[in-house]
C-alpha cells in the first residue's frame, strides 16, 4: 500500500484514547522487524529516522529509501518519519525524499528561537503536507540524568503550538533518553493538563524507560505518539548475543543478525499490544 500520511494514521487513535507506536530504525533489520512487527499486531507504525542513524550511515538517501520502500510494501499504514533533526537543510532533504513527517528539534536553542525557526520549518513543511512536530521542555539526554524541575507548563506549550503551527508537540513529562532501565515514573496529572491545553497530539519521548504499566496510563491520560529506540536496541543485541554465544564458530552474519531481528519483531508487536495501537487482534496472541 502507499505510505499514510500522518495526519490520517494518528486522528484515530488520538480520537479514541489509543497510542501510535514509533519506533526508530538503526539499520535496514530494524526497519524490516518494525514493519514485521507492526504487522503481527494489525497496527499502524511510525519508522523513524533520526539525524543521528543519518549521521552513522553518513547520508539520509541511502537508509531513508530503503525505509521508504519497506514502507510502501507493508501490510499495514506505514508513516516515514525523520526524528530529532536539529537541521532545517535535513529537513528539507527529507521532504524532497518522500517522508511524510519530521520532528524538527530547537529545544537547545532560547525559546524565542525555538518558536522562529520551528514556525519556519512548519511553515515549508505545510506547504509539501508534510507533518510537523516539535518538542518543548528539557527531555533528559543522552546521560540519562533526570531533572525533576524538568517540565513543559500547558499554558506556555498551547501558546507554543499556536505561535508555530506545528502538528505535534513532544513533552517533558518525567522520561529521559536512552535509559536502560524501565524504572521512571510519569507525571500523569501533567499528561492530563496538556492534553486538556494543548489542541494536537502530544508525542513521548524516552520511552524506553517506561514500565509497560507507565505506557499505557501515559496512552489514558492523553499520549498518543509513543517514541521507542533504546529497549528494541536492548532486545537486538541480546539476542545477538545468545545466538553467538551459543555458536561461538558462527561467522555469517545473516545467521546471528535474523536472530536480533526477530527479537525486534516480537518485541514491537507486544509493545503495540501495550499502548492498544492495534485495530485487530495480534495474530500473535493465538
Request: with cysteine; net charge negative.
Amino acid at each position: 500500500m502507499p505510505l499514510a500520511p500522518m495526519s490520517e494514521v494518528i486522528a484515530a487513535p488520538a480520537a479514541q484514547g489509543r497510542g501510535l507506536g514509533a519506533f526508530n530504525v538503526i539499520q535496514l533489520e530494524h526497519a524490516e522487524a518494525i514493519v514485521a512487527g507492526a504487522e503481527r499486531a494489525g497496527a499502524p507504525v511510525v519508522l523513524q529516522v533520526s539525524e543521528n542513524c543519518v549521521a552513522y550511515h553518513g547520508a539520509l538517501a541511502p537508509i531513508g529509501r530503503a525505509v521508504l520502500a519497506l514502507g510502501r510494501a507493508a501490510s499495514v499504514p506505514v508513516v516515514v518519519h525523520l526524528d530529532h533533526a536539529t537541521s532545517a537543510d535535513l529537513a528539507r532533504e527529507a521532504v524532497a525524499l518522500g517522508f511524510g513527517s519530521v520532528m524538527f528539534d530547537a529545544s537547545g536553542l532560547s525559546h524565542e528561537a525555538n518558536v522562529a525557526s520551528t514556525a519556519e520549518v512548519a511553515a515549508r513543511c505545510r506547504a509539501e503536507g508534510v507533518w510537523v512536530e516539535a518538542e518543548l521542555g528539557e527531555i533528559g539526554g543522552k546521560d540519562g540524568v533526570h531533572a525533576p524541575h524538568a517540565r513543559t507548563d500547558p499554558e506556555e506549550a498551547a501558546g507554543y503550538v499556536a505561535a508555530t503551527g506545528v502538528d505535534a508537540l513532544a513533552v517533558a513529562v518525567g522520561t529521559s533518553h536512552a535509559m536502560l532501565t524501565r524504572d521512571t515514573v510519569l507525571d500523569l496529572a501533567l499528561i492530563a493538563r496538556l492534553r486538556a491545553a494543548v489542541p494536537v497530539p502530544l508525542v513521548l519521548h524516552g520511552s524506553s524507560g517506561v514500565p509497560d504499566d507507565g505506557l499505557a496510563a501515559a496512552v489514558e491520560h492523553g499520549m498518543t505518539k509513543i517514541n521507542v529506540a533504546t529497549q528494541l536496541n536492548k532486545v537486538f543485541t541480546a539476542a545477538v548475543r545468545e545466538r553467538l554465544d551459543a555458536d561461538p564458530g558462527l561467522v555469517d552474519p545473516r545467521r546471528y543478525v535474523s536472530a536480533g531481528r526477530d527479537a525486534v519483531a516480537a518485541e514491537v508487536a507486544r509493545l503495540l499490544h501495550v499502548i492498544r495501537a492495534g485495530g485487530r487482534r495480534d495474530r500473535s496472541r493465538g
